[in-house]
């Protein structure tokens, strides 16, 4: 049977569905980038709150900045913005959940101003993001807003038809101003350290340049908290589909996760917040040592294997994982160049955390296929892997786990191929420039580590640069990466 609101009574018995009366939801909540993780994380979030309490006021409109999203918001309108989370465990269990929270779905290119009036609408508390690392501008080795983008340009000279993140919310922001309603808060859910200050400095860059008086305001009223987020939500696969579809429920884009999440959120919201904590969120005062141990185990863990597995011809992590050489790897990485670099986090046994995390990625369920791990890697691995490397550097630690990972880094975007010359599937937006310089290094070792934006004083170490063209020399002569970890281990 199809999925939709008149027949979620005759879903499958198993099927957790929503039993809150979803018609009296308000849409307390816009989020823009309603990607599978939007809808494993905060959506699952919400959809607990409201089952949990009589709660009307978080509803979410999702919207998509990118003609890319229609899809998506097709198939949500189709379904009454209903979807079903597949939560699988590692010992083979699977928990099928409808999920409610979500009531409305906006595409902007189809009616901009609609966008702008929804955030701007009083009855919008929260409008929150998952934009992926890309989405903020930002450029890594100036630290700043980057003015160059096509976009950021096109929104700076027409501020009531924006294409962007950045100018939809100053466009909204700016209406709520002038018309006296209380500023909305605005909530990173992106994989970046200090999502929220981040997306607070990209923001008053930006609308300072389009409207300084709006851009106090802005720095005055709107509050951007930091937060962690976990959960693992690989891609919707055509198997996933075929698995419900089995089971008796047509639901064309349902999302698949982990049992494990987490979200640890700094509590500081401009027009009031879901009682998030209700339904196992943490609100604290710092989330910064949270964030760095996860982002510096988890995410870079998942670099390190998406990187070496690519090249040793692993399809995903949990591939990766049932191979004892990969395993072993991971877990040198973790203890030998990230911990040491780590502050002690209140209330986490790191060495539990990082069992738990190898357990995780091992779910032979849960698919993570490494070419969604390696997308993108030029915008984040200049926060998942860089600084353990940099400050290693200044405390005299090892680099060498790490340095093999650049090294296949620059192999991989060098060769376009697995060891073995089977093609890879890489997407980044700097594609062509990872591209040019790893094939210079054929000429010039090094040239790799000269993009600057992603390596930034990398290049000046003779310590890293020493260990980088060690294996560098050792993968181009033999691309053989399970003997050069191998190796790296036995040392
Ligand atoms: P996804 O591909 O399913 O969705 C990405 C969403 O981001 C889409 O809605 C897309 O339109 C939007 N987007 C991409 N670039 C944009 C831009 N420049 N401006 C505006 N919107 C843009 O990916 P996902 O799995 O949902 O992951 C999204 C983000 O969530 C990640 O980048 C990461 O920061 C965070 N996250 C993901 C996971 C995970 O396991 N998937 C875990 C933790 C955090």
């Not at 640890?264 to 401009?270: L, N």
């Not at 904590?277 to 604290?284: N, Y």
């Not at 863990?301 to 990187?307: A, F, R, Y």
């Amino acid at each position: 049977i199809a999925l939709n609101q008149s027949n979620l009574p005759h879903l499958p018995e198993s099927f957790v569905r929503p039993t809150y009366d979803r018609s009296k939801l308000k849409a307390g909540i816009v989020h823009i980038g309603v990607g599978g993780f939007h809808r494993s994380h905060e959506a699952y979030y919400t959809d607990e709150l409201l089952a949990n309490t009589q709660s009307t006021e978080w509803g979410i409109c999702g919207v998509g900045l990118r003609e890319a999203d229609r899809k998506i918001g097709d198939v949500l309108k189709q379904q009454d913005y209903l979807y079903t989370l597949i939560v699988k465990h590692p010992d083979g269990k699977i928990e099928n959940r409808v999920i409610g929270s979500i009531i409305d779905f906006m595409l902007a290119s189809d009616d901009s101003s609609a966008v702008i009036n929804k955030m701007a609408n009083e009855e919008t508390k929260i409008v929150s993001l998952t934009i992926t690392e890309g989405g903020y501008h930002f450029n890594p080795v100036t630290n700043e807003f980057d003015f160059d983008h096509p976009d950021v340009q096109h929104d700076l000279a027409n501020p009531t038809t924006p294409k962007m993140v950045f100018g939809y919310l100053t466009a909204a922001l700016k209406k709520r101003r002038d018309e006296g309603l209380p500023a909305f808060t605005i909530q990173s859910c992106d994989n970046i350290q200090h999502n929220g200050d981040m997306t607070r400095r990209m923001l008053l860059a930006f609308a300072r340049k389009q409207d300084p008086d709006l851009a106090t305001w802005i720095e005055e009223e709107v509050r951007f908290p930091n937060a962690m987020v976990d959960r693992i939500t690989p891609v919707t696969t055509s198997a996933d589909i075929a698995i419900l579809k089995d089971a008796g429920v047509d639901d064309a884009w349902p999302v698949v996760c982990e049992p494990f999440h987490q979200w640890v959120i700094e509590d500081t919201f401009s027009n009031g917040r879901p009682e998030w904590e209700k339904v196992g969120a943490q609100f604290v005062p710092d989330v910064t040592p949270y964030e760095t141990m996860k982002i510096r185990l988890l995410n870079a863990g998942h670099s390190v294997l998406g990187l070496l597995g690519s090249i040793h011809g692993h399809q995903t992590i949990d591939g990766c994982i049932a191979d004892p050489l990969f395993a072993t790897y991971l877990r040198r990485f973790m203890d030998i160049e990230a911990t040491p670099v780590l502050a002690p986090v209140e209330g986490i046994d790191l060495e539990d955390y990082k069992s738990t995390l190898i357990t995780r990625f091992g779910n032979p369920n849960v698919k993570d296929n490494l070419a969604r791990i390696c997308l993108e890697s030029s915008a984040k691995l200049p926060t998942f892997l860089i600084p353990t490397i940099v400050e290693n550097l200044k405390k005299g630690g090892s680099v060498k786990y790490a340095a093999l990972v650049i090294a296949a880094w620059c192999y991989y975007s060098d060769k376009g191929t697995d060891k073995n010359g089977e093609a890879l599937d890489i997407i980044d937006a700097m594609k062509a420039e990872l591209h040019n310089a790893a094939t210079g290094t054929a000429n010039d070792k090094l040239s790799f580590l000269k993009l600057e934006d992603i390596f930034g004083e990398l290049i000046n170490s003779e310590t890293f640069t020493t260990e980088y063209s060690r294996q560098l020399d050792a993968l181009y002569t033999k691309p053989d990466i399970a003997q050069l970890m191998g190796a790296l281990i036995e040392e």
